[in-house]
């Protein structure tokens, strides 16, 4: 007897596939999610020859499955290695295939990446604007320095890649280590400390270095950053020591590679940049040498020839026979010389006499006492000019005087004419010009008469 049977009972559900499932699943968690950042540490990195990379990002609880795509090509790819602390900018999604939740990441940067960059961009600006960065403030590499310190790990690896490249380069050379930590909370003071100390060995019972070398092997920023603290860049510049900064690979840069006199790329190339190769000045000296050697045979050779060319010349016969001509050459510079001598000092003394009758005659007395005589002969030659002007003006006066008469009414008076004046003083030329009861003046050569006319 079948007990499930039942001719009321509902139709069962209708049920979803597997990959129905997932593909719900997987739009919910793009578009509920989507695009995000995340954090964690990389793990069980896998490179594929396609260009993909697979790994894991996990942290204190839980691990999820990544992809990156084309990663040589995504921005920070450089940071994901195994045991990287990252963050990823990436999709959250589901491989529908093994139903297995995973994130497409899109770039990548180390964890806390973005404030450490930030915090270095902006002691950059700071340091730059005050001026720590400037070449003019670069103190000179010494040649061939003698003493050598190193602000260093005593522990770590480029201690020993500097202390073999100068022993293979300079074995004279004498490094003097202040060992400190160069990483690790507090090891900035303890950098900035030892730069201070080495800038000032007298106050400190240590021996004067010629320059100094800063740095440690490679790492990540979060390994370098106490190179790019305010601290250690300013005890870099204020040492009066050069310094070469040797902080990490050739592809690191920190604060204090702008600061520091000189910077390496690594460094064993710090030891190569401050000391000359061993072998090369050897090499160098031989070079020298023989050179000089060769210069001093061909010296004395050109010598002995001289010496035995004038052995067989005339020296050998009569030696004052060379100095005739010298001799002769000398009594003529000799003459030219007193002679030349003797026309300059005539010319010179022609000079001063010059000037002294120039000087004389520019005296303010003298210039006075001429000007005094030019002015009295001036006056004379005025007096002269106005007597003579006088006498011309006095003789045209009489000639005027003489006409005045001979052709005025003088003359015609002497002759008994007389002159007739109407009341408005002038002539009386017609009688047709009166009336009656005008009053006339008649003037005679002696006096004259008031008269009226009564008729007219």
């Known amino acids: 007897m079948d007990l499930f049977a039942g001719s009321s009972s509902k139709p069962a559900p209708k049920a979803l596939t597997v990959t129905q499932l997932l593909r719900r699943m997987k739009n919910l968690l793009e578009v509920q999610i989507g695009e995000l950042w995340i954090e964690g540490e990389v793990s069980n990195l896998r490179k594929q020859g396609s ?18 795509f084309g990663a040589r090509k995504r ?56 001026g720590l960065f400037d070449a003019t403030h670069k103190k000179p590499i010494p040649g061939f320095p003698r003493r050598i310190g190193l602000v260093t790990s005593g522990s770590g690896a480029a201690l020993q890649d500097i202390l ?18 160069v990483q690790g909370r507090g090891a900035e003071r303890e950098i900035a400390e030892a730069i201070r100390r080495m800038g000032r060995p007298e106050d400190f019972n240590l021996p004067r270095c010629d320059v100094l070398i800063v740095g440690r092997g490679g790492g990540s920023i979060e390994d370098l950053w106490n190179f790019n603290e305010e601290i250690v860049a300013r005890a870099i510049f204020d040492c009066p020591i050069p ?20 910077r390496a790329p690594t460094p064993s190339a710090a030891a190569e940049l401050a000391v000359a190769d061993g072998v090369e000045l050897t090499e160098r000296l031989g ?7 060769r210069r001093v045979v061909e010296r004395v050779e ?4 001289s010496i035995d060319s004038l052995r067989r010349g005339p020296l050998r016969r009569d030696g004052s026979r060379l100095l005739r001509e010298p001799v002769m050459r000398l009594d003529a ?30 005296q303010p007395a003298k210039v006075i006492e001429r000007r005094l005589e030019n002015l009295a002969q001036l006056r004379i030659r005025l007096g002269h000019c106005v007597s003579e002007d006088l006498g011309r003006r006095s003789e045209r006066l009489v000639r005027f005087r003489s006409l005045l008469r001979t052709l005025g009414p003088e003359s015609a008076f002497q002759r008994g004419f007389s002159l007739t004046l109407g009341p408005d003083g002038r002539a ?29």
């Not at 990252?86 to 995973?102: P, S």
């Not at 073999?164 to 930590?181: E, I, K, T, Y």
């Not at 030329?429 to 006319?453: C, I, N, Q, W």
Request: glycine share 8%; net charge positive.
């Open 287 to 293: 070079q020298l040498r023989k050179r000089m050697v």
């Open 51 to 68: 260009g993909h990379w697979y790994f894991s990002l996990k942290d204190e609880g839980a691990q999820i499955s990544c992809a990156m």
């Open 75 to 130: 921005p920070g790819s450089d940071a994901i290695e195994d045991g990287a602390k990252v963050r990823l900018f990436a999709e959250a999604t589901i491989y529908e295939a093994r139903g297995q939740l995973q994130v497409i990441v899109i770039k990548a940067e180390r964890a806390g990446m973005g404030d450490l960059q930030a915090r270095f961009e902006a002691l950059k600006r700071k340091l730059d604007g005050e």
């Open 333 to 362: 510079l000799r003459s030219a010389l007193a002679s030349g001598i003797r026309e300059s000092f005539v010319h010179a003394s022609r000079r001063l006499q010059d000037a002294k009758t120039r000087h004389h005659l520019h």
């Open 428 to 456: 009386v030329k017609s009688a047709a010009a009166l009336k009656p009861g005008d009053l006339l003046r008649t003037k005679f050569a002696e006096g004259e008469v008031t008269s009226r006319v009564e008729d007219a």
């Open 243 to 262: 310094i070469i900064s040797a902080v990490g690979h050739e592809i690191d840069f920190t604060i204090a590679d702008f600061v520091a006199d000189l």
């Open 164 to 181: 073999n490249v100068l022993g293979r380069r300079a074995p004279w050379v004498q490094p003097v280590l202040f060992p400190v930590r």
């Open 302 to 305: 050109r010598a002995r020839l």
